[in-house]
């Protein structure tokens, strides 16, 4: 098995995979979005694009499946590394959602 993990990507290729998870993020596919949390939360470890995927990632904790919303909410503390304030509000979101599964994972989290 190989470790991926130094590798070095341009900044061109990027941006140019951000744009592309940016446009999954309205994806009818429930698994597409999905794993997109996955590459979003890698992509928000990157300073540059840590505003726009936090953007993002808001918006999924407010508006998106339950599924799709529990996967932010389970990277709560990831998230709150690099931004606690994002990690209240989307926290403070799941505490009102409409959703009792969103809601208990927040309450299990505390």
Not at 85 to 96: C, P, Y
Request: charge should be positive; proline fraction near 0%; charged fraction near 25%.
């Amino acid at each position: 098995m190989t470790n991926h993990e130094n590798l070095k990507i341009s900044s061109n290729i990027e941006s140019l995979i951000l744009q592309s998870v940016l446009l999954w993020s309205n994806s009818t596919d429930i698994d597409v979005r999905w794993y997109n949390v996955q590459l979003q939360l890698k992509f928000y470890e990157l300073k540059k694009f840590r505003k726009v995927i936090g953007q993002n990632l808001q918006m999924i904790a407010m508006n998106d499946n339950a599924i799709v919303k529990s996967q932010v909410l389970h990277k709560l503390e990831k998230i709150r590394v690099y931004d606690s304030k994002l990690a209240s509000v989307i926290s403070e979101t799941a505490e009102n959602d409409n959703n009792y599964v969103i809601r208990k994972i927040i309450v299990d989290q505390k």
